[in-house]
């Protein structure tokens, strides 16, 4: 992602510390392995009552286009299906659009986006269970 954006203040401190603003919080952070390489990530943190978030979704360039995004998508709404989620949302950008693509394949639509919520996005996009 950074070939696109500069990572943002909350960026860094997820990436820097998962156990406290991620794992403490309720959240959850998956991966994808294939033999002994990390293929890909995603995390799921509570945003408010029935709604979580969708963070830090990457897969490794070498992973890319077989099918990794999909997967971890879909394992991390099951987790949130579990906790009783009522809706899971994400934040994006149009640039991303192998990313949107995916986004729309696994049921995620578009959204009115609240101001100032994260400068590097243009789409906001939610799943509702």
């Not at 991620?22 to 799921?44: D, N, P, R, Y």
């Not at 360039?61 to 971890?72: D, H, N, R, T």
Request: aromatic share 10%; charged share 25%.
């Amino acid at each position: 992602m950074k070939e696109y954006f500069a990572l943002e203040p909350f960026d860094l401190a997820q990436l820097e510390h998962p156990e406290e603003t991620i794992l403490e919080k309720g959240g959850e952070i998956i991966f994808a392995q294939s033999g002994t390489a990390i293929a890909g990530t995603v995390a799921l943190i509570p945003s408010e009552e029935g709604v979580w978030e969708m963070i830090k979704m990457g897969v490794d360039p070498a992973f890319q286009g077989k099918g990794v995004g999909e997967l971890l998508g879909r394992e991390l709404l099951d987790i949130a299906r579990r906790k009783c989620a009522v809706k899971v949302q994400l934040y994006t950008n149009t640039k991303l659009e192998a990313a949107v693509r995916l986004y729309t394949r696994l049921g995620f639509v578009p959204c009115v986006q609240e101001c100032g919520s994260y400068g590097r996005c243009n789409l906001k996009m939610e799943y509702t269970f």
